[in-house]
């Protein structure tokens, strides 16, 4: 059983063997108010349909645990591995990622019983200690894709001229006939304040006790200069400020690649916005100036950073202030984070984790000593350390207990549809 970790308070209230029942379910849960036709949409080569993300973890553990764990475990469908192996090359060939939305058969339905065939079955594994490792890796790769499922269901909505709500708003009206009330998840945002540090050397990663993902570790020192972090994070507001400001169109505070970017896409906002709304799970609501921005690449996230006087942090100085700030006894509940089966949305706070992930200026590489897992598992994170950049903290569509300080997200600096804003930071 884990010390700690990205399942502490679930394990210590559940069990690990809950914990699996209650992610399972969460996952249904999340595609209850999906179609059959909302499930198999996929919007881009990057995105995948609802329905591929309930397959493709149940294929997890029927891959990783049942059929090489369990004795006399016999595949459900021998031919649906094809379909659902996402990346694993030492798992054979599989259907090409963008054809994903192709995938009108198997049904919805028939992806149900096999999630209920599997976890029946992985009730004989929840009880084998010599699992447990395994398992939770599997627990946390789900949740992993309880956020990809709302972001990628997100953006295939968003295709819709008429602006189909996932749920609807708390009275019961749809978002999509343009209501103006306010937001009732609107706060007034924190002013703006620094946590500084001194610098010095710092210990950053993982430190081996309770469960971490591979790229975490090896823990390790790295030497710091004095810096500020914002104690929240940039707005709707400023990044209007921002706009106004000419920031979509003046080279000089774009990378080159973030500036060959703009032109080429014709990017002007960040994405899902309008006028004075933006899109939602609820479909199209009025966009709120004191809540975190969301859905901006690396690129906008920089520019912004150089037109407000400031930079992006790098990972190591966000790690440093978040275990100055939760340790001993690291509180994974802080933030707005996912809960249950509700429309994930930021509201703005003070806290490290939760409403969006932010972006860093450290590339996404190995720390010393890193090296992959043996087996398939070690394809899980090590061979994508080339081109990418790392985010912290969590968002609101992250599930609760599913952040650390050691957490490395990592995305390509266009990838936007993620719920992905920035906090900034400055030398001192």
Same mark, same amino acid.
């Given at each position: 059983?884990?010390?700690?970790?990205?399942? $502490?308070?679930?394990?210590?209230?559940?069990?690990?063997?809950?914990?699996? !029942?209650?992610?399972? %379910?969460?996952?249904?849960?999340?595609?209850?108010?999906?179609?059959?036709?909302?499930?198999?949409?996929?919007?881009?080569?990057?995105?995948?349909?609802?329905?591929?993300?309930?397959?493709?973890?149940?294929? =997890?553990? /029927?891959?990783?645990?049942?059929?090489?764990?369990?004795?006399?475990?016999?595949?459900?469908?021998?031919?649906?591995?094809?379909?659902?192996?996402?990346?694993?090359?030492?798992?054979?060939?599989?259907?090409?990622?963008?054809?994903?939305?192709?995938?009108? %058969?198997?049904?919805?339905?028939?992806?149900?019983?096999?999630?209920?065939?599997?976890?029946?079955?992985?009730?004989?594994?929840? $009880?084998?200690?010599?699992?447990?490792?395994?398992? *939770?890796?599997?627990?946390?790769?789900?949740?992993?894709?309880? *956020?990809?499922?709302?972001?990628?269901?997100?953006? $295939?909505?968003?295709?819709?001229?008429?602006?189909?709500?996932?749920?609807?708003?708390?009275?019961?009206?749809?978002?999509?006939?343009?209501?103006?009330?306010?937001?009732?998840?609107?706060?007034?945002?924190?002013?703006?304040?620094?946590?500084?540090?001194?610098?010095?050397?710092?210990?950053?990663?993982?430190?081996?006790?309770?469960?971490?993902?591979?790229? /975490?570790?090896?823990?390790?020192?790295?030497?710091?200069?004095? =810096?500020?972090?914002?104690?929240?994070?940039?707005? #709707?507001?400023?990044?209007?400020? @921002?706009?106004?400001?000419?920031?979509?169109?003046?080279?000089?505070?774009?990378?080159?690649?973030?500036?060959?970017?703009?032109?080429?896409?014709?990017?002007?906002?960040?994405?899902?916005?309008?006028?004075?709304?933006?899109?939602?799970?609820?479909?199209?609501?009025?966009?709120?100036?004191?809540?975190?921005?969301?859905?901006?690449?690396?690129?906008?996230?920089?520019?912004?950073?150089?037109?407000?006087?400031?930079?992006?942090?790098? *990972?190591?100085?966000?790690?440093?202030?978040?275990?100055?700030?939760?340790?001993?006894?690291?509180?994974?509940?802080?933030? #707005?984070?996912?809960?249950?089966?509700?429309?994930?949305?930021?509201?703005?706070?003070?806290?490290?984790?939760?409403?969006?992930?932010? @972006?860093?200026?450290?590339?996404?590489?190995?720390?010393?000593? @890193?090296?992959?897992?043996?087996?398939?598992?070690?394809?899980?994170?090590?061979?994508?350390?080339?081109?990418? =950049?790392? &985010?912290?903290?969590?968002?609101?569509?992250?599930?609760?207990?599913?952040?650390?300080?050691?957490?490395?997200?990592?995305?390509?600096?266009?990838?936007?549809?993620?719920?992905?804003?920035? !906090? &900034?930071?400055?030398?001192?």
């Amino acid at each position: 059983m884990p010390e700690a970790g990205i399942l $502490a308070p679930a394990v210590r209230a559940f069990g690990l063997a809950e914990s699996y !029942r209650r992610t399972r %379910r969460l996952t249904e849960a999340l595609c209850a108010p999906l179609s059959e036709a909302d499930a198999t949409i996929q919007s881009m080569d990057d995105a995948s349909p609802a329905m591929w993300h309930l397959a493709h973890t149940t294929w =997890f553990f /029927e891959t990783f645990l049942l059929r090489d764990r369990l004795p006399g475990y016999r595949l459900h469908d021998e031919r649906w591995p094809f379909l659902f192996n996402s990346y694993y090359e030492s798992e054979g060939e599989r259907i090409a990622r963008p054809r994903r939305g192709m995938l009108s %058969r198997p049904t919805v339905a028939e992806i149900r019983c096999w999630r209920d065939h599997v976890d029946t079955a992985m009730e004989q594994v929840l $009880a084998d200690p010599a699992c447990a490792d395994l398992v *939770e890796l599997g627990i946390a790769h789900e949740q992993q894709h309880q *956020e990809l499922l709302l972001t990628d269901i997100k953006h $295939a909505l968003f295709q819709n001229p008429l602006g189909p709500a996932m749920w609807a708003l708390r009275d019961g009206r749809s978002a999509s006939s343009k209501l103006k009330a306010e937001d009732p998840s609107r706060r007034t945002a924190a002013p703006e304040g620094w946590h500084s540090h001194p610098g010095g050397i710092a210990l950053v990663g993982h430190d081996g006790h309770g469960f971490a993902f591979d790229n /975490e570790g090896p823990r390790h020192r790295v030497l710091l200069e004095p =810096f500020a972090l914002s104690s929240r994070l940039v707005t #709707n507001g400023e990044w209007d400020a @921002f706009i106004a400001d000419g920031g979509y169109s003046t080279p000089s505070l774009w990378l080159s690649d973030g500036w060959s970017w703009v032109k080429a896409e014709g990017v002007s906002a960040p994405l899902y916005w309008r006028g004075g709304e933006h899109f939602t799970h609820q479909g199209w609501l009025p966009r709120d100036p004191e809540a975190p921005v969301t859905h901006i690449s690396y690129y906008e996230a920089d520019a912004f950073a150089t037109w407000a006087g400031a930079r992006l942090p790098t *990972e190591f100085e966000w790690e440093a202030v978040a275990r100055g700030q939760t340790e001993p006894g690291f509180d994974a509940t802080a933030g #707005n984070q996912l809960d249950d089966a509700g429309p994930p949305l930021p509201r703005g706070g003070s806290e490290l984790f939760g409403d969006c992930w932010q @972006f860093t200026r450290s590339a996404y590489l190995p720390y010393p000593r @890193f090296a992959p897992a043996a087996g398939a598992v070690g394809e899980y994170n090590g061979k994508f350390m080339s081109g990418q =950049f790392v &985010l912290k903290g969590a968002s609101c569509a992250t599930p609760r207990g599913h952040s650390r300080p050691s957490y490395r997200n990592f995305f390509y600096p266009h990838q936007r549809w993620q719920f992905t804003g920035l !906090r &900034l930071a400055r030398d001192i």
